[in-house]
């Protein structure tokens, strides 16, 4: 899709990117390529190919796709699609997206990329998904990493550093962080942000300055909880650089998964901000409720102390946390929910519940971990009357 016809709405985006020749092709709905090899017309013509894949280049035309693990149209067609609603709205975008298996195979793409640049160094600003730090403490990327406070990026730049990583809305307590602060501190080193809480729907890290942004797309992008990937959107010169990585390590996206990512795609906008507006209500009512101590949410008084809701992101998304002061009574809660399904992962149809320090923050060191009393929510489409009918009866022997 051209950017003269970029459609003005996100919503519109959303259902088109990715499928602008369908109509030639004479289909409605999108293709799926399951082939894991492809017929060569000639030795020549495959030699070439694998020499433009080996560089990371996109396939030109009359090219061969080879082999699976270095281009598959479907997911070519997701990549596209996911590019095209991170740079909506972006002056002048050129931005390419690269999507992996997961979201961790992304992020470790990443990082991989600015140690073969020669830059170990990573700054990390905490909290971020768990497995995303044990990747980074784990030593087995030949990543150096600093954590640091959000205003002490600068400070913490050496001639090693090759990224800052950025995670907002943080996970789980959801602190937003000051994109645009960050980049100017970082300078010329390049800035990941992780957008998987936000989506291109609330924020669009590109526009603020940021070299790459990192989606769980099992999450909110999949939204259904069936199929799992990540994607990474950069310029064409640093997805090219990604590209070889993913093939020679195999974190290739399958095209099934591609195929359910995509779909879900054209139903994000919506779905984002019919989850946001439950969650501001649930939100609000467990912020009077006597059994939390804190309810960690940006639209909550309080919540969204630098002011970015409104400026760097159009609202505060549709997750949350609340500390009920200790691990019996997280534990106590999480066993008495009903409707509110408790299990790790985010961002789907059904509202989830889950104990970070027990689960998806197990792995970080624990003085970087959330309270054991700290449960995260993660809110889905139904309604909030019958969340907080749950949720009510949950706490009231707490």
């Not at 369908?22 to 060569?40: C, F, Q, R, W, Y």
């Not at 600003?125 to 403490?137: C, E, H, I, M, Q």
């Not at 996970?171 to 390049?190: F, H, K």
């Amino acid at each position: 899709m051209s950017a003269s016809s970029e459609p003005s709405d996100i919503r519109t985006l959303a259902v088109h990117a990715g499928r602008a020749d369908l109509k030639e092709l004479g289909v409605h709905a999108v293709p799926i390529d399951m082939s894991t090899t492809n017929p060569l017309p000639s030795i020549e013509s495959g030699r070439d190919a694998y020499d433009a894949y080996a560089a990371g280049q996109r396939p030109q035309p009359g090219m061969s796709w080879v082999y699976r693990r270095a281009w598959n149209p479907t997911v070519a067609r997701f990549e596209d699609a996911v590019a095209a609603l991170e740079s909506h709205g972006v002056f002048d975008a050129q931005a390419e997206a690269v999507a992996f298996a997961s979201g961790m195979a992304a992020a470790t793409a990443v990082f991989l990329s600015r140690v073969a640049a020669g830059r170990p160094h990573v700054i990390a600003v905490r909290p971020l998904y768990g497995g995303t730090d044990a990747l980074l403490k784990a030593d087995l990327l030949g990543t150096q990493v600093s954590y640091v406070h959000p205003d002490e990026v600068a400070t913490a730049i050496t001639e090693q550093t090759g990224l800052v990583m950025v995670e907002t809305p943080s996970n789980p307590t959801l602190d937003l962080r000051d994109i645009v602060d960050v980049v100017r501190q970082a300078g010329e080193v390049p800035v990941m942000v992780d957008n998987t809480f936000a989506t291109p729907v609330l924020q669009r890290p590109l526009r603020l300055g940021a070299t790459y942004v990192l989606h769980s797309a099992t999450k909110y992008i999949g939204g259904h909880g069936d199929a799992m990937g990540g994607v990474v959107v950069a310029s064409p010169e640093d997805a090219e650089a990604l590209r070889p990585i993913r093939t020679v390590t195999g974190g290739v996206l399958d095209p099934w998964s591609a195929y359910l990512l995509h779909r879900g795609l054209a139903t994000l906008p919506l779905r984002v901000r019919a989850q946001q507006e439950t969650a501001q209500v649930v939100a609000a009512w467990l912020a009077q409720h006597p059994a939390c101590e804190t309810v960690f949410y940006p639209g909550l008084r309080g919540g969204d102390p630098l002011g970015l809701i409104g400026t760097q992101m159009s609202g505060p998304g549709a997750m949350l946390g609340f500390d009920l002061g200790g691990f019996r009574e997280a534990e106590h809660v999480c066993g008495a929910l009903k409707l509110v399904t408790h299990a790790v992962s985010l961002g789907g149809v059904d509202t989830l519940i889950e104990h970070p320090a027990a689960l998806t923050h197990r792995v970080v060191e624990e003085s970087a971990q959330p309270g054991a009393g700290v449960l995260r929510m993660s809110i889905g489409l139904e309604s909030a009357q019958d969340l907080i009918a749950d949720l009510d009866q949950a706490l009231r022997h707490v």
